[in-house]
């Protein structure tokens, strides 16, 4: 969800600096939210604060947030503090827990994409004017539930792409998504509106390491976006032995019967794709370390072990899941797949109970 807002916004942002306006309304604006997330077996809390001056030239957006992710009976527990800044010509994604981050001219950036934000601000001509949001939320297949106050601020309330949204002059206040077992809430507390911010609100933080990136790389973290570079070596504690990259372009596309493709995810331990028939059925495509094979093909609480075999010359277990971790009971399949030329284990599991045979041949499918 993250990435496709923040495709949504770059879009956005570039036919603005096209047509040389302002990003907001307001001058100035200071938002507190509460973020929650749950589903898949994860679920996640935290805060974000965002600061925003000079109409949207400046921008300060720091989040903090803890997950806890519970999976075959394995669980993992990840923070993160982010700030992502916009002061000048440049932006700035940063970690701050590691103390390092990116730097990208956006300047540069809107500029190689001028031509394409003319065009888009010329169609989106006769989406001005009061009803506007309205006209362009109804012709791309959303919803308008009209006007609504929160926090005291009348908001423009729409459900678009399966999301809700309260928007107050350009501004999401309030968001909520609930669908295929994800529930997602970004919530505002506090809306300070034309407040003065002081000058170091948009300034870097001391002691980080910044690396540049040119207007191309700052595309990759998009999905479907560049990287000419397949076989680049994964990044510094990814536990399998080939790229993020490489696992979505393998696992998205397949053809699984009644199923649709819905995302791709990772985080420092796990890669992920998911396919989705209705909200309790889904398949579920992981790859973790090798190591991780060993850990699950022994089964364990609420996993049977079926069945130990070789499956195109890889060591392979099926398992049948009898409840969740937290005891609810169900009745799933996993088919797990020992890959040592890639250091991994591939594994899916299933919301319906599958035959061994039909996993398999979703496994076929995967070329790594």
């Given amino acids: 969800m993250k990435h496709l807002f923040a495709l949504i916004l770059a879009l956005i942002a570039v036919s603005v600096m096209a047509q040389n306006t302002r990003r907001y309304e307001f001058r100035a604006m200071v938002v507190t939210y509460k973020l929650e997330s749950s589903g898949m077996g994860t679920t996640s809390s935290g805060t974000k604060t965002l600061k925003i001056d000079d109409y949207g030239a400046k921008e300060a957006r720091e989040e903090k947030s803890s997950s806890t992710t519970s999976l075959f009976g394995k669980t993992t527990k990840e923070d993160k ?81 399966g999301v809700k949204m309260w928007m107050y002059k350009g501004l999401m206040l309030k968001s ?34 910044i690396t540049d990136l040119d207007k191309m790389e700052g595309l990759e973290g998009i999905p479907g976006g560049l990287s000419e570079n397949e076989d680049e070596q994964p990044a510094e504690g990814s536990p399998p032995g080939l790229t993020y990259d490489r696992f979505v372009k393998a696992t998205t596309g397949l053809k699984i019967p009644g199923y649709k493709y819905f995302m791709s995810d990772n985080s420092t331990t ?16 992981f790859m973790e370390n090798e190591s991780r094979f060993y850990e699950m093909a022994g089964g364990g609480d609420g996993m049977i072990v079926e069945e130990n075999y070789t499956f195109d010359s890889h060591d392979a277990v099926y398992i049948r899941i009898t409840h969740e971790d937290d005891g609810t009971p169900v009745d799933s399949r996993s088919l797990l797949i ?20 039909e996993l398999e041949n979703i496994i076929r499918q995967i070329r790594l």
């Avoid at 994800?182 to 390491?209: H, K």
């Fill in 81 to 161: 503090h982010t700030l992502d800044l916009l002061a000048g010509d440049y932006g700035y994604s940063i970690d701050l827990i590691n103390r390092e981050g990116t730097r990208m001219n956006v300047t540069e950036m809107a500029n190689a994409f001028r031509p394409a934000g003319m065009a888009m601000a010329k169609d989106l001509e006769k989406y001005q004017g009061k009803d506007g949001m309205k006209l362009f939320v109804e012709d791309n297949g959303g919803t308008w539930h009209g006007d609504e106050t929160f926090l005291g601020k009348s908001c423009q309330v729409f459900s678009l792409m």
């Fill in 338 to 357: 020992r890959m040592p030329e890639h250091e991994a284990v591939l594994y899916l599991i299933t919301g319906a109970p599958f035959p061994k045979s």
């Fill in 270 to 285: 796990l890669y992920l794709t998911s396919y989705v028939k209705t909200e309790s059925d889904q398949v579920v495509i």
């Fill in 176 to 209: 909520e998504s609930t669908a295929y077992g994800m529930e997602i809430r970004e919530t505002a507390q506090s809306v300070q509106e034309n407040v003065s911010i002081p000058a170091s609100a948009f300034a870097l933080p001391d002691g980080i390491t």
